[in-house]
Protein backbone atom coordinates (compact mmCIF):
# COMPACT_ATOMS: atom_id res chain seq x y z
CA UNK A 1 0.00 0.00 0.00
CA UNK A 2 1.67 3.60 -0.92
CA UNK A 3 0.92 6.44 0.64
CA UNK A 4 -1.41 7.52 -1.66
CA UNK A 5 -3.63 4.71 -0.53
CA UNK A 6 -3.29 5.19 3.06
CA UNK A 7 -4.26 8.47 3.19
CA UNK A 8 -7.48 7.75 1.41
CA UNK A 9 -8.13 4.75 3.86
CA UNK A 10 -7.21 7.09 6.53
CA UNK A 11 -10.36 9.99 5.68
CA UNK A 12 -12.65 7.16 4.60
CA UNK A 13 -12.40 5.64 8.30
CA UNK A 14 -12.54 9.01 9.85
CA UNK A 15 -15.66 9.76 7.73
CA UNK A 16 -14.22 13.09 5.65
CA UNK A 17 -16.40 12.45 2.40
CA UNK A 18 -15.46 15.30 0.68
CA UNK A 19 -11.61 14.61 1.12
CA UNK A 20 -12.58 11.18 0.29
CA UNK A 21 -14.20 12.57 -2.96
CA UNK A 22 -11.36 15.12 -4.16
CA UNK A 23 -8.91 12.69 -3.94
CA UNK A 24 -10.91 9.68 -5.73
CA UNK A 25 -11.70 12.33 -8.92
CA UNK A 26 -8.25 13.16 -8.90
CA UNK A 27 -8.28 11.36 -12.36
CA UNK A 28 -11.42 13.57 -13.72
CA UNK A 29 -9.35 16.80 -12.41
CA UNK A 30 -6.09 16.47 -13.78
CA UNK A 31 -4.90 16.16 -17.36
CA UNK A 32 -2.04 13.70 -18.36
CA UNK A 33 0.11 16.20 -18.82
CA UNK A 34 -0.35 17.48 -15.50
CA UNK A 35 0.17 13.75 -14.08
CA UNK A 36 3.45 13.64 -15.90
CA UNK A 37 4.77 16.96 -14.62
CA UNK A 38 3.51 15.68 -10.93
CA UNK A 39 5.98 12.40 -11.96
CA UNK A 40 8.36 14.00 -12.72
CA UNK A 41 8.01 16.45 -9.13
CA UNK A 42 7.78 19.65 -10.65
CA UNK A 43 7.77 22.01 -7.44
CA UNK A 44 5.07 24.91 -9.46
CA UNK A 45 2.37 22.31 -10.15
CA UNK A 46 0.73 22.48 -7.05
CA UNK A 47 -0.14 26.26 -7.62
CA UNK A 48 -1.70 25.47 -11.13
CA UNK A 49 -4.32 22.69 -9.61
CA UNK A 50 -5.72 25.42 -7.45
CA UNK A 51 -5.45 22.41 -5.03
CA UNK A 52 -6.68 22.70 -1.20
CA UNK A 53 -4.19 23.16 1.89
CA UNK A 54 -4.09 20.09 2.60
CA UNK A 55 -3.16 17.81 -0.30
CA UNK A 56 0.30 17.38 -0.34
CA UNK A 57 2.92 17.25 -3.15
CA UNK A 58 4.04 13.91 -1.45
CA UNK A 59 0.09 12.62 -1.40
CA UNK A 60 -0.19 14.30 -5.12
CA UNK A 61 3.39 12.15 -5.94
CA UNK A 62 2.11 8.99 -4.85
CA UNK A 63 -1.17 9.19 -6.28
CA UNK A 64 0.38 9.70 -9.85
CA UNK A 65 2.87 7.15 -9.42
CA UNK A 66 0.74 4.47 -8.21
CA UNK A 67 -0.18 2.88 -11.05
CA UNK A 68 3.12 3.16 -13.11
CA UNK A 69 4.76 -0.16 -12.78
CA UNK A 70 7.75 -0.44 -14.99
CA UNK A 71 8.19 -3.71 -16.77
CA UNK A 72 11.44 -4.81 -18.79
CA UNK A 73 10.62 -5.61 -22.21
CA UNK A 74 12.04 -9.53 -22.90
CA UNK A 75 12.86 -8.46 -27.05
CA UNK A 76 15.03 -5.06 -26.18
CA UNK A 77 15.54 -5.64 -22.39
CA UNK A 78 14.32 -1.60 -21.67
CA UNK A 79 11.66 -0.69 -19.20
CA UNK A 80 8.41 0.63 -20.23
CA UNK A 81 4.80 1.45 -19.04
CA UNK A 82 3.34 0.93 -22.00
CA UNK A 83 3.13 -2.40 -24.01
CA UNK A 84 1.35 -5.80 -23.47
CA UNK A 85 1.90 -9.38 -22.27
CA UNK A 86 1.92 -12.27 -24.93
CA UNK A 87 1.90 -15.38 -23.51
CA UNK A 88 2.61 -14.41 -19.94
CA UNK A 89 6.18 -11.96 -21.47
CA UNK A 90 5.80 -8.41 -21.70
CA UNK A 91 6.88 -6.38 -24.95
CA UNK A 92 7.01 -2.48 -24.66
CA UNK A 93 4.76 -0.75 -27.56
CA UNK A 94 8.05 0.50 -29.96
CA UNK A 95 8.81 -3.08 -30.03
CA UNK A 96 5.41 -4.29 -30.63
CA UNK A 97 5.08 -1.80 -33.01
CA UNK A 98 8.23 -3.24 -35.04
CA UNK A 99 7.17 -6.99 -34.99
CA UNK A 100 3.86 -5.52 -36.46
CA UNK A 101 5.56 -3.44 -39.02
CA UNK A 102 8.16 -6.42 -40.57
CA UNK A 103 5.18 -8.82 -40.93
Sequence with gaps: MNGFEEV?????RK??????????????RITPSQKKRIQENDSGILQEL???KWVSRE????????NS???TCVLCA???ELGM???GKFICSNCFIEIKHKK
Design 78 to 80: KQD
Design 50 to 52: FAP
Design 15 to 28: GDSEKVKYLEGLDK
Design 85 to 87: HVK
Design 69 to 71: QKE
Design 59 to 66: LLYAWATK
Design 8 to 12: LTELK
